[in-house]
T-cell receptor
Framework: DTAVSQTPKYLVTQMGNDKSIKCEQNLGHDTMYWYKQDSKKFLKIMFSYNNKELIINETVPNRFSPKSPDKAHLNLHINSLELGDSAVYFC?????????????FGEGSRLTVL | AQSVTQLDSQVPVFEEAPVELRCNYSSSVSVYLFWYVQYPNQGLQLLLKYLSGSTLVKGINGFEAEFNKSQTSFHLRKPSVHISDTAEYFCAVTQGAQKLVFGQGTRLTINP
């Protein structure tokens, strides 16, 4: 059973389109995250949700809208896609007592915008 | 704000040789430090972490790291690497209650 699963794994689309990436965790964690990894492998946090409430929003353009229907799911919707949005997007989860620092990552969703 | 710098973007080594991947952090407060590994086409997984206590931390797959407060470093070491250790390695530090800040990554390549 995959602990943190993301779909789709690959996404190729045209500029200007809208797309969504879904994430689900079966670890019983309270906190979920979206990270963006660029072509140079640099990882940057985008959003964090704790028990369905937005905790961190790292000045991401408002074309990106996360949604957490329940604490096991965190989806990412992107409007009006741009070339610079091409990246690998990772979903992750952790216990609410975050100081242990262990994030559990999904396998990533590679988005290519043409 | 806390940050981490990984001093080497790529480290090539021969199989069974020792390796050290360097990480320096900047922070004026107590920190929690981590090393994560990313195998090709996979997500990241935790190798080891330093929260408090002993400055030498042992992790999975034979890796260890030493927290050095005076040098603000948290270098990762393995005495003898294997081909399967080929991966990207990320140093990370906590920033606030629920945020992990990653370094730029070091690509470890093991040559036979």
């Amino acid at each position: 059973d995959t602990a943190v699963s993301q779909t789709p794994k690959y996404l190729v689309t045209q500029m200007g389109n809208d797309k969504s990436i879904k994430c689900e965790q079966n670890l019983g964690h309270d906190t979920m995250y979206w990270y963006k990894q660029d072509s140079k492998k640099f990882l940057k946090i985008m959003f964090s949700y704790n028990n369905k409430e937005l905790i961190i929003n790292e000045t991401v353009p408002n074309r990106f809208s996360p949604k957490s229907p329940d604490k096991a799911h965190l989806n990412l919707h992107i409007n009006s896609l741009e070339l610079g949005d091409s990246a690998v997007y990772f979903c992750a989860s952790s216990q609410s007592d975050f100081y242990t620092g262990e994030l559990f990552f999904g396998e990533g969703s590679r988005l290519t915008v043409l | 704000a806390q940050s981490v710098t990984q001093l080497d973007s790529q480290v090539p080594v021969f199989e069974e040789a020792p390796v050290e991947l360097r990480c320096n952090y900047s922070s004026s407060v107590s920190v929690y430090l981590f090393w994560y590994v990313q195998y090709p086409n996979q997500g990241l997984q935790l190798l080891l972490k330093y929260l408090s206590g002993s400055t030498l931390v042992k992790g999975i797959n034979g890796f260890e790291a030493e927290f050095n407060k005076s040098q603000t470093s948290f270098h990762l070491r393995k005495p003898s690497v294997h081909i399967s250790d080929t991966a990207e390695y990320f140093c990370a530090v906590t920033q606030g209650a629920q945020k992990l800040v990653f370094g730029q990554g070091t690509r470890l390549t093991i040559n036979p």
